[in-house]
């Protein structure tokens, strides 16, 4: 354990002194050897399941994300009990089509007591899919304002943004498949994201997707 947390440490610094990224923050980098133990990638199909006009899918996490609570709309949804959800990290419904750039954002941002926005493509238990805009919280201490876990509801995704999106994910997929380790993909893959929708920070970055939403819906 104690070897485990000193090589964590050390990985830590030496990543940070490598990429020069000084937003790298501990929790990115401590879901990630997470990840490494549990491989969840198994396998997918085309099955899409799709979410209803008035459902909410609520997922709550503790501090290092996992997961605390799953409403029942969720469960329903993932197609895992709640037995199956609790205490598992929540990269547990990851789908493979997901780029890193998407979490290595929402990681940044809520590490630092922001909300964020994002489009999510969720693996269900027998390998289909679906598609939420989700919106995810810190949840802290109203003494000290430490953050203890996180908050996420998700919605159906409008479905007349969902090609664009799909390309932009394929093309940070792109991206990130040409490098080697999982972190320095999340950060190429984090910059690609930024660059291909014009956005410097997370506030241009909500904005686009906001945008999106409106003026797909205006189109409609
Ligand atoms: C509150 C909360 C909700 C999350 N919801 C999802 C989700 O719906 N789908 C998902 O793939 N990851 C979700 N994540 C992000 C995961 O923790 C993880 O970063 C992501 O699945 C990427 O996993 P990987 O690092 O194994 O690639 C959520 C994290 C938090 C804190």
């Given at each position: 354990?104690?070897?485990?947390?000193?090589?964590?440490?050390?990985?830590?610094?030496?990543?940070?002194?490598?990429?020069?990224?000084?937003?790298?923050?501990?929790?990115?980098?401590?879901?990630?050897?997470?990840?490494?133990?549990?491989?969840?990638?198994?396998?997918?199909?085309?099955?899409?399941?799709?979410?209803?006009?008035?459902?909410?899918?609520?997922?709550?996490?503790?501090?290092?994300?996992?997961?605390?609570?799953?409403?029942?709309?969720?469960?329903?949804?993932?197609?895992?009990?709640?037995?199956?959800?609790?205490?598992?990290?929540?990269?547990?419904?990851?789908?493979?089509d997901m780029p890193?750039?998407?979490?290595?954002?929402?990681?940044?941002?809520?590490?630092?007591?922001?909300?964020?926005?994002?489009?999510?493509?969720?693996?269900?238990?027998?390998?289909?899919?679906?598609?939420?805009?989700?919106?995810?919280?810190?949840?802290?201490?109203?003494?000290?304002?430490?953050?203890?876990?996180?908050?996420?509801?998700?919605?159906?995704?409008?479905?007349?943004?969902?090609?664009?999106?799909?390309?932009?994910?394929?093309?940070?997929?792109?991206?990130?498949a040409r490098f080697?380790?999982?972190?320095?993909?999340?950060?190429?893959?984090?910059?690609?994201?930024?660059?291909?929708?014009?956005?410097?920070?997370?506030?241009?970055y909500t904005k686009?997707?906001?945008?999106?939403?409106?003026?797909?819906?205006?189109?409609?």
């Amino acid at each position: 354990m104690i070897i485990d947390k000193l090589l964590i440490i050390f990985c830590g610094s030496w990543l940070r002194m490598l990429i020069g990224e000084n937003q790298l923050c501990e929790n990115i980098f401590q879901h990630g050897v997470n990840d490494m133990e549990i491989s969840n990638l198994h396998h997918t199909n085309d099955k899409e399941t799709i979410v209803g006009e008035f459902d909410l899918l609520v997922t709550k996490t503790d501090a290092k994300g996992r997961l605390t609570y799953a409403s029942s709309a969720f469960q329903k949804i993932a197609e895992l009990s709640e037995e199956e959800l609790l205490g598992q990290p929540h990269n547990i419904i990851r789908h493979p089509d997901m780029p890193r750039a998407i979490f290595y954002h929402l990681w940044t941002h809520i590490s630092k007591g922001e909300e964020v926005f994002a489009f999510v493509k969720n693996r269900t238990k027998s390998g289909g899919y679906y598609w939420v805009l989700a919106h995810v919280t810190p949840i802290t201490k109203i003494e000290s304002g430490e953050i203890y876990g996180y908050h996420s509801s998700r919605r159906r995704m409008p479905s007349n943004v969902r090609s664009e999106v799909e390309a932009l994910y394929a093309r940070l997929r792109e991206v990130e498949a040409r490098f080697d380790h999982p972190k320095k993909a999340a950060i190429e893959g984090h910059k690609a994201l930024l660059q291909e929708i014009g956005a410097c920070n997370s506030v241009e970055y909500t904005k686009w997707l906001f945008n999106m939403i409106a003026q797909k819906s205006l189109a409609a």
